[in-house]
């Protein structure tokens, strides 16, 4: 058996372009963490990696805000965001979230 290493963004590409979908199972907010998600509160929405819950709260790597997130179709199947703010780490609170999806692409690292 070998073994090839690729990055993040490449096995992301590839998920993509192979219509994989992964199993999305969120039965409590601690399911959250270790993934990607795009998040909508009541006056904003994130994107980033979920890597701890602090009580009510989650921390999010990577994360970015997102000013314009464009046709929300396209956002969320293709990861195409109109306008974007990286931000580093964020917090958001749970009691705040309307509704997140998961994250199936690179994450923004550059202001769009």
């Known amino acids: 058996m070998r073994t090839l290493e690729i990055s993040d963004e490449t096995y992301d590409k590839i998920k993509d372009q192979l219509g994989a979908e992964d199993v999305c199972d969120v039965l409590t907010y601690e399911d959250l963490v270790g993934k990607k ?4 509160s009541v006056t904003y929405h994130l994107v980033g990696y979920v890597d701890k819950q602090v009580g009510k709260f989650l921390r999010l790597n990577n994360a970015s805000w997102v000013a314009d997130s464009g046709r929300f179709m396209d956002a969320i199947k293709h990861g195409k965001l109109n306008e974007v703010e ?3 780490i964020a917090f958001i609170n749970l009691d705040a979230v309307v509704d997140f999806f998961p994250w199936k692409h690179s994450l923004p690292t550059s202001q769009k």
């Open 86 to 88: 990286p931000v580093g």
């Open 37 to 40: 998600w795009f998040f909508r």
